[in-house]
């Protein structure tokens, strides 16, 4: 019979497999993206089914210049970090970094990486000061509480800092970047690729609606 100290532990490989392509996602931007979706979808819909004139052809136009904006700033951004590569997809663009070609990770005002000298935001990591300010509050609290159970003065306290969301994706990402950067399969240079499944309808509606402005 198998022991649990028999049993047989998990490689590197089956750990970090069971961590790869992680995703980062704001819900809150999700969320809001949804509403805006609905609500602008009700409105540009009514004014074109009940509109006279010309209003249709502007609810028309004007729905297929905001809704690929609307999801490109709030339902399409998306990180997905995984054992080779990282991959960032912005509002207007996909950036694939494999973990070679990161040189930075940090941060800022900005959720940003750095490879082959250019910086690329991640827009699904938003930085949020408020948050940041309330981790400290509370690892403050939590170091004063482990502090005065402490039977020694110079006993070390427990437990990792806490951190908000952003810093502690932020942290997640640059160990994965430490830790695979010399895996074969991590090898590369940076890849661009841009949405012109987002661009193109938003520069087609933008085009219908200044022509109709200008023709009525």
Known sequence: MTTPDDAPKPSDDQREAAYAERCYRSPAAIGAGVLLLALGGWLGIDAAVRGAGRTPWLAV?????????????????????????????NPFRTIVLPWAAVEAVRAGYSS?????????????????????KQAARRQVRASLDDSSQQTSPHAPLGGK????????????????????????????????????????PAVVGFVALVVIYLVG
Do not use: C
């Open 61 to 89: 136009a004007g729905l297929l210049f905001v809704v690929p904006l609307v999801v490109a700033y709030t339902v399409r951004p998306a990180v997905w970090a995984g054992q080779d590569r990282i991959r960032v997809r």
């Open 112 to 132: 940003e990486i750095f490879a082959g000298g250019t910086k690329y935001q991640m827009w699904s990591i938003p930085v949020s000061l408020r948050a940041r």
């Open 161 to 200: 800092p806490l951190r908000s969301p952003a810093d502690q994706a932020i942290d997640e990402i640059r160990e994965l970047s430490e830790r695979n950067a010399s895996r074969e399969g991590a090898q590369g240079a940076p890849h661009v690729k841009w949405a012109y499944e987002i661009i193109a």
